[in-house]
């Protein structure tokens, strides 16, 4: 029985690689190629989709493609496989779902439309129990 090149083992690199090497990559990579209000939000403990969550503005369509090109880029350096995704053709949000770094890459006027920034900062207030 062959294996194929695609199949993921226990000794696999993605099981290697650290969270905190993963956000090291993203925020160097938006840093260095002018990514604007790079914002980086842990999630530990707020969420179990990942442990971090990094948000960016890119000043327009192509620099906002052209920034995540660059994060998956880095991404792949540390050894991580196979982050998705979504959004590249129109480039006005990008999402990259490294696994336990979310990644979301923005144009001005969308990232204020949508606000995540103060979504996944605000704190949920533990709710009153009634008995």
């Keep these: 029985m062959q294996i194929s090149s695609e199949t993921q083992s226990v000794t696999d690199p993605v099981s290697a ?3 905190q090497d993963l956000l090291e990559s ?3 990579n938006l840093d260095d190629n002018k990514a604007e ?3 980086s939000i842990d999630l530990s403990g707020k969420s179990a989709i990942a442990d971090h969550m990094v948000i960016a503005n890119g000043r327009s369509q192509r620099q906002v493609a052209a920034l995540a ?3 998956l880029k880095g991404i792949k350096e540390t050894g991580f496989k196979g982050a998705s995704v979504q959004g590249l053709e129109q480039a006005d949000w990008v999402l990259i779902d490294a696994g336990d770094v979310i990644v979301h890459i923005f144009r001005p006027e969308v990232r204020n439309f949508y606000n995540l920034d103060k979504l996944w900062t605000t704190d949920i207030e533990e709710p009153e129990t009634v008995n």
């Design 37 to 39: 209000d790079i914002v």
């Design 69 to 71: 090109d660059y994060v």
């Design 26 to 28: 993203v925020v160097k």
């Design 17 to 19: 690689v650290m969270p």
